[in-house]
């Protein structure tokens, strides 16, 4: 113990990272110089969780940092704020077994009745003040739960206002009210994400989160997930979230995620994009060609009247990136066109890209783009991609075969990927089986850590119904056959024995085994067995 002791702290920290908190705990009472190297390492995150189990736990916590009593709260870097309805635990089948239940029952494995315990909200009376203790946090993930009281959320709110060291905030909203989540409250962040839905998302988040952004000019990541409404009349846009950052200070953007906004790059936007270096986008939403269906011809009007000249086509957004020469590290997108690749093949750089839904509206323009992206832009960044996922809806050119695997060999840096295959080219009996040709590429590739392998839809159920009959038999038998196939690929070389083979129905690691012959083979990542059954 004295050897240890006499090591650096910054040493001793780096050891004690790898215990679990119960050895840390114990370690924590061998000395008062272990204990503050550990304590922080503790109370780092500290997370403020209502439990229908353990409903006096909540109250000591918060009164312990309203009180200042705990030193936890001097170690606080980041803060999970979740749970604050007495029945937010519960999953929504429970939530509804308990309502028919006897208000005196109790639930068979889920402890006492969520309205048994509704009286608790007043136990919560040191919420804001044990918030307000934790003024070296920097980071909060606040949960805001459907049945949430509507006090939580002015309690929360005005207590992240007096934590001076905040820059990121991630809310995730549970489909509730938001009506006091007054985010125009806040000021000086450099990260926001915004997730789920809420009721009158338009006035009750989009309003605030504007007023937000145009008071943190030193906002770096804006991630607004998606833009849910409760109508189509109810859609906003890109411009409503920077339209009131000041034009003589512009931000620097460099991340943004959008999903179901109408989205314009133009005057007012650009310069906050400046610096942007990754960009996810989807459902981009062009009201100039949106047909609603939920409005009548004066609201569809009205909704053209207030977005139409902040709506641009997804085409126009790439060939404006590629005319302003706004060079993407990071690229997230679930719409593959021209464009798109022509800005995809107009530099060099690219990092991270991941295709969600690569396809088109034929068979034969799919195939087209798909070749196009292999020969053309796949080599112009071959030297810096760490990541490729490209998921295709239906088989064909986009899936791994003999005309894309030297382009993907070229990827020498490339520790990630994700693609899809085509059935057909699955044939064990006669050795031409395209999971195997695709693990020895695997092989080859020298930084390659994980390997994902998928199928997609045939092409004969293009213009199906999703989720048919015919796509999930097809589905469940090329998934099948992608799990026989990688357990049958070896033995392998030792280069293969660190890569991790992910298939929908499980994971592959190396490991021996002698039913199968001499060296390693893929097995799956469980303690037993391959389990080829899916």
């Given at each position: 113990m004295l050897e240890l002791l006499s090591l650096p702290p910054e040493i001793i920290e780096k050891i004690t990272e790898y215990?679990?908190?119960?050895?840390?705990?114990?370690?924590?009472?061998?000395?008062?110089?272990?204990?503050?190297?550990?304590?922080?390492?503790?109370?780092?995150?500290?997370?403020?969780?209502?439990?229908?189990?353990?409903?006096?736990?909540?109250?000591?916590?918060?009164?312990?940092?309203?009180?200042?009593?705990?030193t936890a709260r001097i170690h606080a870097r980041s803060l999970e704020i979740r749970g604050f309805s007495p029945d937010s635990h519960l999953g929504a089948r429970s939530r509804s077994r308990s309502v028919e239940r006897n208000r005196n029952s109790r639930s068979r494995s889920r402890g006492p009745l969520a309205e048994a315990h509704s009286v608790n909200k007043g136990l919560l009376a040191h919420l804001g003040q044990a918030i307000c203790s934790l003024r070296k946090v920097q980071e909060v993930w606040w949960h805001v739960g459907m049945h949430d009281p509507e006090w939580v959320q002015i309690v929360v709110m005005d207590s992240l206002v007096s934590l001076p060291a905040l820059s990121e905030l991630r809310i995730s909203l549970g489909g509730g009210t938001a009506s006091s989540l007054k985010l125009e409250q806040l000021t000086d962040l450099r990260k926001i994400t915004i997730t789920g839905s809420c009721l009158h998302y338009r006035r009750d988040v989009v309003?605030?989160?504007?007023?937000?952004?145009?008071?943190?000019?030193?906002?770096?990541?804006?991630?607004v997930g998606h833009n849910?409404?409760?109508?189509?009349?109810?859609?906003?846009?890109?411009?409503?979230?920077?339209g009131a950052v000041p034009p003589a200070s512009p931000l620097n953007l460099s991340h943004l995620t959008l999903r179901g906004w109408c989205i314009r790059l133009d005057d007012i936007t650009l310069p906050h994009l400046r610096s942007l270096v990754s960009l996810s986008l989807h459902v981009n939403l062009d009201t100039r060609t949106f047909s609603p269906s939920d409005l009548d011809d004066s609201a569809h009007e009205e909704l053209l009247r207030r977005t139409a000249a902040f709506s641009s086509s997804t085409e126009e957004i790439w060939d404006t990136l590629r005319e302003e020469r706004i060079c993407l590290k990071e690229l997230t997108t679930d719409e593959v066109n021209d464009a798109l690749l022509d800005y995809l093949s107009s530099y060099s750089g690219l990092q991270k890209l991941t295709l969600t839904s690569a396809t088109a509206h034929s068979a034969k323009k799919s195939d087209a783009l798909a070749m196009k992206f292999y020969r053309d832009v796949l080599p112009k960044h071959a030297g810096t991609l760490v990541s490729l996922d490209v998921c295709p809806v239906y088989e064909g050119k986009w899936c791994f075969g003999k005309h894309n695997s030297s382009s993907l060999l070229q990827c020498t840096k490339l520790s990630n990927l994700k693609i899809h295959i085509n059935s057909e080219d699955i044939n064990r009996a006669k050795k031409q089986d395209v999971v195997w040709t695709l693990l020895e590429v695997a092989e080859d590739l020298p930084n390659l850590s994980q390997l994902s392998i998928s199928s997609a839809d045939s092409e004969s159920n293009r213009g199906g119904r999703s989720g048919s009959n015919p796509s999930i038999g097809h589905i469940y038998r090329v998934n099948k056959e992608i799990s026989q196939s990688v357990t049958t690929f070896g033995p392998l070389d030792s280069v293969g024995v660190s890569?991790?083979?992910?298939?929908?129905?499980r994971?592959?690691?190396?490991?021996?085994?002698?039913?199968?012959?001499?060296?390693?083979?893929?097995?799956?990542?469980?303690?037993?067995?391959?389990?080829?059954?899916?």
């Open positions: 215990l679990g908190g119960t050895h840390k705990k114990t370690v924590r009472r061998v000395c008062r110089y272990l204990n503050e190297i550990v304590e922080h390492q503790l109370f780092s995150n500290i997370v403020l969780k209502y439990s229908n189990y353990q409903p006096d736990l909540i109250c000591e916590q918060l009164e312990a940092l309203a009180s200042r009593t705990t309003s605030g989160l504007r007023t937000l952004i145009s008071n943190s000019p030193r906002l770096t990541h804006l991630d849910y409404r409760s109508d189509d009349s109810d859609i906003s846009t890109l411009h409503d979230l920077l890569k991790i083979i992910t298939t929908p129905a994971d592959y690691v190396a490991r021996s085994d002698k039913q199968a012959g001499d060296g390693l083979w893929y097995r799956s990542s469980m303690s037993q067995g391959s389990h080829l059954e899916l």
